[in-house]
């Protein structure tokens, strides 16, 4: 039996993306994590869930040991807008839904400025360094909300 180039092409196309973990549906933007918040438009005091998914971390290899939580401004800012630390979690690794992490809290009372907001999830998670020993490394993503204040 012999295959014509773009039928091979084809078929070592179809088996590369079968053996590779992002072709499961998973966005290169969702390696460390995939975020949401609800309710997005917000005023301090409100109450807010936060629910961060791992599922696509995870098939990039990449299982979070600790995971921060900040509202940013993330351009244009003065350097009078600092992050403002939500919530420091980690996951648990015997719950029913290991790659899920919700919680809920409240918007503080804090300074806000006439800004667009965002809330960052930091994902802190080992990699082996050239000796084989692991180091932390942190990536980020992001989800806007809109404050009223």
Same mark, same amino acid.
């Given at each position: 039996?012999?295959?014509?180039?773009?039928?091979?092409?084809?078929?070592?196309?179809?088996?590369?993306?079968?053996?590779?973990?992002?072709?499961?549906?998973c966005?290169?933007?969702?390696?460390?994590?995939?975020?949401?918040?609800?309710? @997005?438009?917000?005023?301090?005091? #409100?109450t &807010? %869930?936060?629910?961060?998914? !791992?599922?696509?971390?995870?098939?990039?290899?990449?299982?979070?040991?600790?995971?921060?939580?900040?509202?940013?401004?993330?351009?244009?800012?003065?350097?009078?807008?600092?992050?403002?630390?939500?919530?420091?979690?980690?996951?648990?690794?015997? @719950?029913?839904?290991?790659?899920? #992490?919700? &919680? %809920?809290?409240?918007?503080? !009372?804090?300074?806000?400025?006439?800004?667009?907001?965002?809330?960052?999830?930091?994902?802190?998670?080992?990699?082996?360094?050239?000796?084989?020993?692991?180091?932390?490394v942190?990536?980020?993503v992001?989800?806007?909300i809109?404050?009223?204040?």
């Amino acid at each position: 039996m012999q295959l014509s180039f773009s039928t091979a092409i084809a078929t070592f196309v179809a088996v590369l993306a079968a053996a590779t973990p992002a072709a499961a549906g998973c966005a290169e933007a969702d390696r460390f994590g995939d975020i949401t918040v609800n309710p @997005s438009t917000l005023s301090p005091g #409100d109450t &807010f %869930t936060v629910t961060a998914n !791992f599922t696509c971390a995870a098939q990039f290899d990449i299982f979070p040991q600790f995971t921060d939580y900040y509202i940013e401004v993330p351009v244009n800012n003065n350097g009078h807008e600092p992050p403002i630390l939500l919530a420091r979690r980690t996951l648990n690794a015997s @719950s029913p839904t290991p790659l899920l #992490d919700e &919680f %809920t809290t409240q918007l503080p !009372f804090a300074f806000y400025f006439n800004a667009s907001y965002v809330v960052v999830l930091d994902t802190t998670y080992p990699v082996n360094g050239t000796n084989g020993s692991p180091y932390l490394v942190v990536g980020s993503v992001e989800y806007p909300i809109n404050l009223v204040i």
